[in-house]
Nanobody, 125 residues
Framework: QVQLVESGGGLVQAGGSLRLSCAAS????????MGWFRQAPGKEREFVAA??????????LYASSVKGRFTISRDNAKNTAYLQMNSLKPEDTAVYYC????????????????WGQGTQVTVSS
C-alpha cells in the first residue's frame, strides 16, 4: 500500500533552517505531484508548497506566507520529496504533512489522495 513518511522536524530558533523529507513507497513516485501542508493547534490544515509530477523543478506552487523562504524539491530516484525551510518564524510552528496526488500539483488539500502522519516543527522566538 502507499506510504508517505515525513522526517526532519524539530525545534529551531527563529531565523534558523530545517529540511523536511517525505519518503514515498507503494506508488510510481515520478507520476505523482507532491504537496506539503501544515496544521497549527486550533487551526485548519493549510497549504504550504507543491511540486508537479515528473523531473522538472519548475512546476511549483507556494503559499504567499512562505514564498521566498521555503523551497520544495523532489528526487525521483530516491522516491523522496523535500521542503527546505529557511528564515523560520514562530508562526511557522505546526505539524507538517506531505501528500501525494496524480500528476499535477494543487493547493487544495481535498485534491490529494495520500497523506503522511506528519512531523512537528517548532520555531522558538
Amino acid at each position: 500500500q502507499v506510504q508517505l513518511v515525513e522526517s526532519g522536524g524539530g525545534l529551531v530558533q527563529a531565523g534558523g533552517s530545517l529540511r523536511l523529507s517525505c519518503a514515498a513507497s507503494g506508488l510510481t513516485f515520478s507520476s505523482y505531484g507532491m504537496g506539503w501542508f501544515r496544521q497549527a493547534p486550533g487551526k485548519e490544515r493549510e497549504f504550504v508548497a507543491a511540486i508537479s509530477f515528473g523531473w522538472s523543478a519548475d512546476n511549483t506552487l507556494y503559499a504567499s506566507s512562505v514564498k521566498g523562504r521555503f523551497t520544495i524539491s523532489r528526487d525521483n530516484a530516491k522516491n523522496t520529496a523535500y521542503l527546505q525551510m529557511n528564515s523560520l518564524k514562530p508562526e511557522d510552528t505546526a505539524v507538517y504533512y506531505c501528500a501525494a496526488k496524480k500528476r499535477y500539483s494543487s493547493d487544495y488539500r481535498e485534491d490529494y489522495d495520500y497523506w503522511g502522519q506528519g512531523t512537528q516543527v517548532t520555531v522558538s522566538s
